[in-house]
């Protein structure tokens, strides 16, 4: 795979030329904090089984899968 988390096309992003200190035309800026809340909810599912389960229980290869629920929010709300 020739591209990084973000997409970036690796050879760029690894190269001098992508080095903030040198003068090369581009380089690479953060945005966010961002938060995923798919991925959130599924890191409080795994917390609370982790508690559940107790500090010494083996969670190998414990994950939870998100799915997109909807629901009605009431009225006022």
């Not at 990084?4 to 050879?11: A, Y």
């Not at 599924?42 to 982790?50: K, P, S, T």
Request: proline share 6%.
């Amino acid at each position: 795979m020739r591209t990084g988390r973000h997409g970036e096309w690796l050879p760029d992003a690894t190269s001098d030329g992508a080095d903030p200190n040198v003068d090369s035309g581009y380089g690479y800026m953060p945005r966010g904090p961002f938060t995923n809340w798919a991925e959130r909810a599924e890191q409080n599912a795994l917390a609370a089984h982790r508690k559940q389960a107790g500090e010494d229980a083996n969670l190998n290869g414990v994950y939870f899968t998100v799915e997109r629920v909807d629901y009605t929010r009431p009225e006022g709300g």
